[in-house]
């Protein structure tokens, strides 16, 4: 009796192995049947919807396992980022959570205006990145990123600063929520950041020259603002605030498309010398800017940059030499040849002039000599055609001694007589170190925008002397109560 007690055990407990395995397959089975028939409708692009069977929890239980759950977090993954999906949801008028916050940011009451600075380089003040930099509305800092563990993000939490704004897109941000807030009162802020001007502003901008008021109350004149001298930089402000007042070159570049798909060679660096000029001129010329002055940061970095630390912010520089090379660096950067291709910079300040040079024999040389050397080829005047950006002028040498009333009197002359240099008749010596020429200039072409170079600094072998001489020039065709007849 025992051994067949065993047996029927043996196989009872057998039968319930294969029970519980035909189940289990008919399981599997099943969910795949109800797969393929929910993929089929899909996969047609039918738009009947498959209603599933409600399966009790064990068998809910007992199926899991088949589907993974690595696929289940993708695919609501993919659910909640999918772009097409929020539209529909925005077309039919249910819009999410983050749509309603967007439009309706409690924090915006903690912009602060007044600290706002967007004159200094973009990059984050912890890591010095350019890459995806934000400034806070709130204490006017730039961070980088908004991520969980970004500097934006940290700086948000640990100050409550909540307001971002991306330097780039101009889209403003609310941290650590990560919502884009969409508001119209915040578009003075990007328009200072970035402003802009129409054809017809800027066509308007000589004709109504009206004061603009600042954010905190002072009254400014759009293009007559001061730049800050950072430390040493006084020399390049001078020739920053001439040239944009010259209303060619300031229409130009006021306006970006006239220059933004210049095509320039990979690495060129000099276009940035064009875009900072351009984003300086647009912050002159802003009539809605939260402050009267105007940092030129970011342009005299390009120029340090595009210079090779010829022209520094903390070393003086000469104005002279500054100009010469910025009006050349911008031309060519504009895509400007010396001959062939002309840029606004050449329609603006280039004309042309004769030169006329003749060779001097030593002065030591017996008059004989001389005379014999004045025959030659090599003693002849010659004449050549040159091109020129501004004129040099030179003023007459200051007095010595004091005159009978034992005072140094500040010598004056009229502008038109230091012009006579270029009459094509007055002759002037130059040496060199070992050879005199004797030259004279005849203007040929004026440009539209003369500029004048008046040479008051001289060097001699112990110091830099100054001539204080002052030149009388007639302002609106009239000075010192004499009639002036200017013409091109």
Known sequence: MSGRSKRESRGSTRGKRESESRSGSARVRRERDRERETEAPSSRGSPVRVKREVEPASAREALAPVVPAVRVKREREADEDSEPEREVRAKNGRMDSEDRRSRHCPYLDTINRSVLDFDFEKLCSISLSHINAYACLVCGKYFQGRGLKSHAYIHSVQFSHHVFLNLHTLKFYCLPDNYE????????ITYVLKPTFTKQQIANLDKQAKLSRAYDGTTYLPGIVGLNNIKANDYANAVLQALSNVPPLRNYFLEEDNYKNIKRPPGDIMFLLVQRFGELMRKLWNPRNFKAHVSPHEMLQAVVLCSKKTFQITKQGDGVDFLSWFLNALHSALGGTKKKKKTIVTDVFQGSMRIFTKKLPHPDLPAEEKEQLLHNDEY????????????????????????EKEQLIIPQVPLFNILAKFNGITEKEYKTYKENFLKRFQLTKLPPYLIFCIKRFTKNNFFVEKNPTIVNFPITGQANGMNYKTSR
């Open 380 to 403: 002849q005047e010659t004449m050549v055609e040159s091109t020129f950006m501004y004129l040099t002028l030179d003023l007459p040498t200051a007095p010595l001694y004091k005159d």
């Open 181 to 188: 807030i969409i508001d119209s009162s915040l578009e003075d």
